[in-house]
């Protein structure tokens, strides 16, 4: 009868149904990141006198923090384990996001914006370490349209709620944000102490990109998406109030569509991924955007602008969890937190630079204009799809521990 082997690593447990809640739970924080207050961005503007560059760098502040301190992240998930900086991630999220309840002045509102980011991106490298840690094959496919369903609906509800609560004072919606704190504590009780792959000598993130280049296209792509989505988030609400819709939960209501979109997506995202595969589900999505951004740019009906949104939304929710997935199944366990943050850096860089770059633009022009100048954008995208071969992920082949013998050197 053999013996059992001292130094194996037991078996993950199956994830608990309560732990996967609160993990779908913690993902949809990511999402309302700034679409909680987006409701109120115009009330904001004119409260505290600023300029809409200005107002929607209320919405995307938290981005530049969240892509600056993600790959310190990483390495700490890596090196240390995945528990603690969720939970810290969370709690710092529900803080920070909810000092806007008493801020008074643009400066200190966009100080706060910018700590939360901290916390966000925590809860954004580690939620979805998690998902790829704690799931395998087809079951991770299942769980990663869920996700993409549970970011939705958030995007669905903590907006109507922000809109709801911003009837109020644009500080109300401001106490949607310390929800990270219960979900902190929460995930404290629930989520396993899963070990630090990083303790692993799988090397920087320099050798991880070297070994890995293609991990450069997917992250190209996650800032496209991202400079998108937050094109649509930031000009959507004032092109909205062109056609008289000021109502700021009237104007939630309408910019909900894009996650009504999205979650219908991503209850059958596991079998549109299996019959299409990744780099055809990147095509789609990327034509979706391009139309739904022309509409905008075409028509300035609000019947017509909701069915924009929606649209929008079903391509965003296939690129949700085919992105996650194609960044995690090309990266070695050991540095799936590095590879993850990377993703986090690229998304809200794009985040974070939307307003900067058509913002000059629009105002020049028109927010029409604008809307047509991401449709042309989107379609050149789709070209270089459609042109250039896109990298497959792979499972990457594992990094040799030097102090563990080969086969060839093992004592008999």
């Given at each position: 009868m053999a013996l059992p082997d001292p130094t194996a690593r037991p078996a993950p447990r199956a994830p608990h149904r309560a732990m996967l809640l609160v993990l779908l739970l913690a993902s949809t924080l990511t999402l309302m990141a700034g679409a909680v207050i987006a409701p109120v961005v115009g009330v904001i503007r004119g409260e505290l006198g600023v300029s809409g560059t200005g107002a929607g760098l209320i919405l995307t502040a938290h981005g530049l923090s969240l892509a600056l301190v993600s790959p310190f992240v990483g390495w700490a998930i890596d090196r240390f384990g995945l528990r603690t900086p969720l939970v810290g991630g969370l709690l710092l999220y529900g803080v920070a996001?909810?000092?806007?309840?008493?801020?008074?002045?643009?400066?200190?509102?966009?100080?706060?914006?910018?700590?939360?980011?901290?916390?966000?991106?925590?809860?954004?490298?580690?939620?979805?370490?998690?998902?790829?840690?704690?799931?395998?094959?087809?079951?991770?496919?299942?769980?990663?349209?869920?996700?993409?369903?549970?970011?939705?609906?958030?995007?669905?509800?903590?907006?109507?709620?922000?809109?709801?609560?911003?009837?109020?004072?644009?500080?109300?919606?401001?106490?949607?944000y310390l929800l990270g704190i219960p979900v902190g504590l929460l995930t404290l009780l629930v989520m396993p102490a899963l070990p630090a792959e990083g303790r692993a000598k799988g090397g920087g993130v320099v050798t991880l990109l070297r070994r890995r280049p293609g991990l450069l296209v997917f992250y190209a792509f996650s800032f496209f998406a991202s400079f998108l989505l937050y094109v649509l988030a930031v000009f959507l609400p004032q092109r909205l109030t062109e056609v008289d819709v000021e109502e700021p939960f009237l104007i939630a209501l309408i910019t909900t569509s894009t996650s009504v979109g999205g979650s219908l997506i991503g209850l059958v995202y596991a079998r549109m991924k299996a019959r299409l595969g990744y780099v055809n589900l990147l095509r789609v999505a990327t034509v979706a955007w391009a139309l739904s951004f022309l509409l905008i740019g075409l028509n300035g009906q609000w019947v017509f602008l909701t069915l924009a949104a929606f649209v929008f939304g079903l391509g965003s929710g296939v690129v949700v969890p085919a992105l996650a997935m194609m960044i995690g199944e090309s990266a070695p366990a050991a540095q799936r937190g590095q590879a993850m943050s990377l993703s986090g850096t690229a998304n809200f860089t794009g985040q974070f630079v939307a307003p900067l770059i058509l913002g000059p633009v629009i105002g020049a022009t028109s927010i029409g204009t604008g809307f047509l100048v991401g449709s042309a954008l989107a379609a050149l995208v789709l070209l270089a799809l459609l042109t250039f071969p896109v990298p497959s992920p792979k499972p990457p082949e594992a990094t040799p521990d030097p102090d563990k013998p080969s086969p060839d050197t093992a004592p008999v």
């Open positions: 996001g909810g000092t806007g309840l008493v801020t008074e002045s643009y400066t200190a509102l966009i100080i706060s914006r910018f700590v939360f980011g901290v916390g966000a991106a925590a809860v954004f490298v580690g939620t979805t370490v998690a998902l790829l840690a704690l799931f395998q094959g087809e079951q991770r496919d299942r769980v990663a349209g869920w996700r993409s369903t549970a970011l939705s609906l958030g995007g669905i509800i903590w907006p109507l709620i922000g809109g709801a609560l911003g009837g109020l004072s644009w500080h109300a919606p401001f106490a949607v």
